[in-house]
């Protein structure tokens, strides 16, 4: 079998730049300098070839839920969106006890992508019962997350957290007040008002955030902030950290390109959790990634079946897929607004190091794992773009700035 390959014409990230294009040989996976008149080629017509991406807010629900979506097709759109790996957490499939943990790690294995794994704080995320942290962290969870559900009272939080501390591992946790949030479908305020939609306050979100900065100050343990909507959480953020806090944050691919404005257009396919907010609030989270306050962007990608979301905006379930198209949904406006570099730390580098994994790199006589990216392309999204029978995203129908034209992950090619 020839393991050769050879993407001619191609401008890849090296020492912080995209280098002049060159023809870029790969031999098992590493970037080689070899000579074989018979290997594979590929004219990549001078597009970049970006360090692949470590995917944060993935949750493909399988076993639970497979007639959905399936861990292949979560490992076909990762391949597909140029991802090395991702951190995973179900709120189908809790991974509470060691047995849980065993399975899933197998399953991910298979895959031969770098996927770590994010333990559950209590069992079956009810917020009674604490999981087995301290099993569940001698068996290679990345850290300990809430599954994008309710925590449980304020003592619950603090017993766990004290229990977890043992662990040195990061808590992730999606900031929420759930009885503040009571039957919200949108953010609150004057369109939610319009719509005639029950709103859900920032203070849900702000009120989560203070009293788990609180907690996680007097028992100094390392916290992360899943998806951040709005500008007052940051501020809290900041202050945490200018107290000393070992504090991360990362904001939704959704909540930068959308905010409640786009929502006159009833598009159930903006029926999210969290929701997106005001123009200020997007503008608040870009202000965010400009000043390095946001490690990281999630793709909150949740697969949600069409019955459930081709209805009423009111009935729809909440979720969104995005791993197959982040890139090209982002990419030219995070370089304009922040710059390459950021938007690689954004994407790549900052997720995988959050979640204990080796970030990609471009360099001679190293691993290589890179995402192709033409950015003077288009992408069209349609349902053929996703990977499995699930399609919903808000983007559904758009077209996108640049186009992903394929994938060198673990020394497999991918074209797309």
Request: glycine share 10%; charged share 20%; with cysteine.
């Amino acid at each position: 079998m020839n393991n050769h390959l050879v993407v001619q014409n191609v401008r890849p990230w090296v020492d912080g730049k995209f280098k002049k294009p060159i023809d870029l040989k790969l031999e098992n996976g590493i970037w080689s300098d070899f000579s074989d008149s018979e290997a594979e080629t590929f004219d990549a017509e001078g597009a970049y070839a970006i360090p692949a991406l470590f995917a944060f807010g993935i949750d493909f629900q399988e076993p639970v839920r497979d007639d959905i979506y399936t861990f292949e097709d979560g490992f076909k759109a990762l391949r597909r969106g140029g991802f090395i790996g991702g951190l995973y957490e179900s709120t189908a499939n809790p991974i509470d006890d060691l047995q849980k943990l065993s399975a899933v790690t197998q399953i991910v294995g298979k895959s031969k992508l770098d996927i770590r794994l994010l333990g559950a704080i209590s069992k079956d995320f009810q917020g009674e019962h604490l999981a087995e942290m301290l099993e569940l962290s001698q068996g290679g969870v990345a850290g300990f997350g809430d599954g994008n559900r309710k925590v449980g009272a304020t003592r619950f939080l603090r017993l766990a957290m004290e229990y977890g501390s043992m662990t040195g591992k990061r808590f992730f946790f999606l900031p929420m007040d759930y009885s503040l949030k009571y039957k919200g479908l949108v953010h609150e305020g004057p369109v939610s008002d319009t719509l005639g939609m029950k709103g859900i306050p920032k203070l849900a979100e702000t009120i989560a955030v203070h009293k788990i900065l609180e907690l996680a100050l007097w028992l100094k343990i390392p916290v992360h902030f899943k998806q951040i909507t709005c500008g007052e959480s940051l501020e809290l953020i900041a202050r945490a950290k200018e107290r000393g806090l070992d504090v991360t944050c990362d904001v939704g691919v959704y909540h930068l390109l959308f905010d409640e404005s786009h929502l006159f257009g009833l598009d159930s396919h903006l029926n999210l959790h969290p929701p997106v907010r005001s123009a200020l609030d997007r503008e608040a989270l870009w202000n965010g990634i400009s000043s390095g306050l946001v490690q990281a962007i999630s793709c909150n990608h949740f697969p949600v079946l069409p019955q459930d979301k081709e209805v009423n905006f009111e009935d729809a379930l909440p979720g969104a897929l995005s791993l197959e198209i982040l890139l090209p949904a982002l990419w030219n406006l995070l370089k304009t607004r922040v710059g390459a570099i950021r938007a690689i730390e954004l994407l790549s580098n900052n997720p995988a190091l959050l979640a204990g994994a080796r970030p990609a790199a471009l360099k001679l006589n190293a691993p290589a794992d890179f995402v192709l990216f033409q950015p003077k392309g288009e992408t069209l999204v349609t349902s053929s773009v996703f990977s499995g029978q699930v399609h919903n995203s808000p983007l559904l129908g758009k077209s996108l700035q640049g186009r992903i034209l394929g994938s060198y992950l673990k020394g497999l090619w991918s074209a797309v």
